[in-house]
Structures are given as C-alpha cells and as structure tokens.
C-alpha cells in the first residue's frame, strides 16, 4: 500500500473517495482469502501475507473514519 497516512493534509471529500477505495480493497483481499481457502489453492504463507495486508486496510479504513467523524461532546 503506497497511500500517505497523513490525513491532515487532505480534503474530506479527498478522503471520502479514498474511504471507498480502501472499503474496495478490503472487500477484494476478503474474498481473494477465502477463495484460497476454499480451493486449497493458497499455500499459508500467501494467506498469511494477505490477512496483514487486509489488517493494514481495515486500519487505514478506521482512520479514515475517525477523522471523518466529528468530535462530539457530551
């Protein structure tokens, strides 16, 4: 993944469309994994080295998200 993880610097347009990106990839490596899985296919080396990079999306997703979100105050 060649994505910048500061996300100060971008719009939050910018990162909605990246949102969706990385909900893309996320998607994609999900099934990629359990295609593997399923056939037999994947020696554990690959699924291993699919599993953290679909971790390192869901984090990007999150903070994506988190700065996305308002602050609210209770």
């Given at each position: 993944?060649?994505a910048?993880?500061?996300?100060?610097?971008?719009?939050?347009?910018v990162?909605?469309?990246?949102?969706?990106?990385?909900?893309?990839?996320?998607?994609?490596?999900?099934?990629a994994?359990?295609?593997?899985?399923?056939?037999?296919t994947?020696?554990?080396?690959?699924?291993?080295?699919?599993?953290?990079?679909?971790?390192?999306?869901?984090d990007?997703i999150?903070l994506?998200?988190?700065r996305?979100?308002?602050?609210?105050?209770?």
């Amino acid at each position: 993944m060649n994505a910048p993880t500061d996300l100060s610097m971008k719009t939050d347009d910018v990162l909605r469309v990246e949102l969706e990106v990385f909900k893309r990839q996320h998607r994609d490596l999900d099934e990629a994994i359990m295609a593997l899985v399923e056939r037999g296919t994947g020696d554990q080396f690959t699924i291993k080295r699919l599993k953290k990079q679909k971790l390192r999306v869901k984090d990007m997703i999150a903070l994506i998200e988190d700065r996305l979100t308002p602050d609210i105050i209770a």
